[in-house]
């Protein structure tokens, strides 16, 4: 079945230490979205990528990395940098078009900074 | 800059009631309005997508409105049922691959 695949699901990290959060989709869609999701608040986007070797900072950049090597990957690394990396991430995939258009998601990771 | 508002923040009704969900925003240039379902400590799922052209879109149980001048948008679900039980969050996009998220609706039914 199409869609995006995302591990781990549960993820506890050391402060100091980077974690890589994975996400993979068969859907053939060109548009790549990492969100982030807090208790009470609106999804924020971390970054987005509408291409293949190619990706642009959202609103909260700050401490994470990506990149783009295959279309159907976008692996999110979740740097010591971030202050409070404690939250529930999300990937999320669409077809490249004029807008955004429909949005599918995976089911989400969970880090827990110890 | 586009501010999107869901209120309330937590419904709860009885089973077979019709109800309706609201979002509002602040800024009417918009290309489309996205609605989703969150079920917990999951991912989302999109129930409906209405362009900045259309006045409504239906699926099933679901019928979602948008009045761009107003800045408002509606989800009615009609009948519900327990298994509707979930975060709804409605998106705005603006372009730029920017969506402006609501913090969403939670909404128990109850048996």
């Known amino acids: 079945d199409g869609g995006i695949t995302q591990s781990p699901k549960y993820l506890f990290r050391k402060e100091g230490q980077n974690v890589t959060l994975s996400c993979e989709q068969n859907l053939n869609h060109d548009a790549m979205y990492w969100y982030r999701q807090d208790p009470g608040q609106g999804l924020r986007l971390i970054y987005y990528?509408?291409?293949?070797?190619?990706?642009q900072k959202g609103d909260i950049a700050e401490g994470y990395s990506v990149s783009r090597e295959k279309k159907e990957s976008f692996p999110l690394t979740v740097t010591s940098a971030q202050k409070n990396p404690t939250a529930f991430y999300l990937c999320?995939?669409?077809?490249?078009?004029?807008?955004?258009?429909?949005?599918?998601f995976g089911e989400g990771s969970r880090l827990t900074v110890l | 800059k586009q501010e999107v508002t869901q209120i309330p923040a937590a419904l709860s009704v009885p089973e077979g009631e019709n109800l309706v969900l609201n979002c509002s925003f602040t800024?009417?240039?918009?290309?489309?309005l996205q609605w989703f379902r969150q079920d917990p400590g999951k991912g989302l799922t999109s129930l409906l997508l209405i362009q900045s052209s259309q006045r409504e879109q239906t699926s099933g149980r679901l019928n979602a409105s948008l009045d761009k001048s107003s800045g408002r948008s509606t989800l009615y679900i009609a009948a519900s049922q327990p298994g509707d039980s979930a975060t709804y969050l409605c998106?705005?996009?603006?372009?730029?691959?920017?969506?402006?998220w609501g913090a969403g609706t939670k909404l128990i039914i109850k048996p």
């Open positions: 800024d009417s240039a918009i290309y489309n």
């Open positions: 999320a995939s669409s077809q490249q078009g004029a807008d955004t258009g429909e949005l599918f």
């Open positions: 990528s509408q291409i293949v070797n190619d990706f």
């Open positions: 998106a705005v996009d603006g372009g730029n691959y920017q969506l402006i």
